[in-house]
Structure formats: C-alpha cells, structure tokens
C-alpha cells in the first residue's frame, strides 16, 4: 500500500539533524512546515529540501498526519498551540524523538488526536525504530517506514515508559 497523505511538519531544535530529514518516503509528502517564526519554517523547509515554511499552525488544518519533532522541553507548549489553532478530533499526530509516551494527559489527548511517537534505536543506521501509541496511526507509520526499507517494532505505552526510564539511565551514565 502507498503512503499518499500530505503531511505537516512542526519543526524547532535541529529537525535537519534528525531521523526524519533521511526519510525520503515522509519528506515526499510534506507540506506546511511550521517553525517558530515564518522565517525558522522556511528555513527549516530549506534544509529538508521539503515541504513549505507556513506562519501559522492553521496551514496544518488539512494535512492528513501531522509529525512534531520538537525539544521535549518545549513539546507541550507546541502541542498547546496546535490544539487551539486546529481542529485535531481524529487526526493521526506523531512525536518524534521523545522520551514520553503517547498516553501523556495533555493538549493532543483533550482535543482527540490519534497519538503515536516514534523513536529511532541508536546505533543500528536509522534502520530500526520503536513506535506506539495509536493503532492505526502505528500501522502508517510501519508502511511509511516500509518504503525506505526501514522497520518499526511496535511497543505498548507501558512497554515504552519502561524503555524511556532505560534509555534516561543510560544517557545519565555518559
């Protein structure tokens, strides 16, 4: 099956260095590109070689997926934004490159996104990755990443949780 969504993106603290830069099936495919500022979106688009830098978050109102790849620091006060800014009830959303899981309270949850996240596993050349949350969101997710001839092993929430305190261990010993 072909992955034919458009998809938007919300970019801050390195998109260009992240997995999804070197993913050329979702880089097809996206749009808007909404950064902090009209200027940090293009610039983010140009980076990419991808997508259109957008002002506003209410250009991401027809995107069939939308993927947030965003400081974690800073992903609650984005996903705030988001909610008041478009009507998410139904639509897939996908964090990227967090420690949480897809089941954290918040913004995403009260407006009724379908929520997954999707993590690369270190050290395996961005050819494994971990996803979970939503069902139907994850099993976009396995075929958008099927075409870059990559996989995902899908995880439940508690699962993942378990894994995020590893990986938080892990990283605190470095």
Avoid: W
């Amino acid at each position: 099956m072909k992955f034919r969504k458009t998809g938007g993106l919300i970019g801050a603290g390195g998109v260009a260095q992240s997995f999804l830069s070197r993913m050329p099936a979702l880089l097809a495919h996206v749009g808007p590109i909404k950064g902090a500022s009209l200027h940090v979106s293009r610039r983010i688009a140009n980076n990419l070689r991808a997508g259109t830098g957008v002002k506003d978050y209410s250009a991401l109102a027809k995107c069939g997926i939308i993927f947030i790849a965003v400081p974690e620091d800073v992903l609650d006060k984005i996903a705030g934004e988001l909610a008041a800014a478009v009507p998410l009830g139904g639509k897939p959303v996908v964090i990227c490159d967090v420690l949480r899981n897809s089941q954290v309270p918040g913004p995403l949850h009260d407006s009724g996104a379908r929520i997954a996240t999707l993590n690369c596993i270190p050290g395996l050349e961005e050819k494994l990755f971990v996803a979970e949350g939503h069902a139907g969101v994850v099993a976009e997710l396995e075929r958008l990443l099927a075409h870059d001839q990559r996989r995902s092993e899908e995880h439940t929430s508690e699962l993942q949780s378990h894994l995020n305190l590893v990986c938080r261990l892990l990283l605190e010993k470095k």
